[in-house]
């Protein structure tokens, strides 16, 4: 079955820090696709990225840059010097294909706090 | 653009009472899901559609029912309410059923509906 983990439940940084999020998945499939999404105290969720099993480029979007590595089964996601604005839950995610068609299996998420 | 609308965003019941939550896309997604959101636990597949008129269960759908009579609404009801049924539900969509040549499709989410049963 597939399934994400998301061993931080929360962390708790001074803005400025750089700060690591870690997921290790789960799966049988060849193919497949990560996500990292984000969620606020608004309560939305918010998409960050999408990487398929084959792309094991890493990904920079400003201060977010994310580490893919297949030998691992992670998809690891880093805040370069971390702003209050940063505070979120962020959720891991790992696409699931059956009979043609597609679900996320999500993780537990990790609460971060950016502390001015 | 609207996007994913759930109404309502609050609400308040008594066990064993029933309701019904809305969810409705104006992007022509022909996939619609329901998820729930508790402390520690994540987001967990309820139901989802893969088209009108089409409905399958997910990883946490006893209690629950749901109905996608047009493309556009995805219904959530609770037929009798209990307390282990307070959460968070997360309504969202997407373009296409299966893979497309892009890749995994992203969801799309409502903003969210927060139910308590007392």
């Known amino acids: 079955a597939q399934k994400v983990t998301q061993a931080q439940t929360e962390i708790s940084v001074v803005e400025k820090e750089d700060v690591t999020l870690d997921c290790v998945y789960e799966?049988?499939?060849?193919?497949?696709?990560l996500f990292w999404y984000k969620q606020p105290p608004s309560g939305e969720l918010v998409f960050l990225i999408r990487r398929n099993s084959f792309d094991e480029q890493n990904e920079i979007s400003g201060r977010y840059s994310w580490n893919f590595q297949k030998s691992t089964s992670s998809f690891n996601f880093t805040i370069t010097a971390s702003q209050v604005v940063d505070s979120a839950v962020y959720f891991c995610a790992l696409s699931e294909e059956k009979g043609g068609s597609e679900k996320l299996v999500f993780g537990k998420g990790t609460k971060l706090t950016v502390n001015p | 653009n609207a996007g994913v609308t759930q109404t309502p965003k609050f609400r308040v019941l008594k066990t064993g009472q029933s309701m019904t939550l809305l969810c409705a896309q104006d992007m022509n997604h022909e996939y619609m899901y329901w998820y729930r959101q508790d402390p520690g636990m994540g987001l967990r597949l309820i139901h989802y559609?893969?088209?009108?008129?089409?409905?399958a269960k997910g990883e946490v759908p006893d209690g629950y029912n749901v109905s996608r009579l047009k493309k556009q609404n995805f219904l959530l009801g609770l037929e009798s309410a209990a307390p282990s049924q307070t959460s968070v539900y997360f309504c969202?969509?997407?373009?296409?059923?299966?893979?497309?040549?892009?890749?995994?499709?992203?969801?799309?989410f409502g903003a969210g509906s927060r139910l308590t049963v007392l």
């Open positions: 799966t049988r499939d060849t193919t497949y696709y």
């Open positions: 559609s893969v088209g009108e008129g089409t409905t």
């Open positions: 969202a969509s997407s373009y296409t059923p299966g893979r497309t040549s892009s890749g995994a499709n992203v969801l799309t």
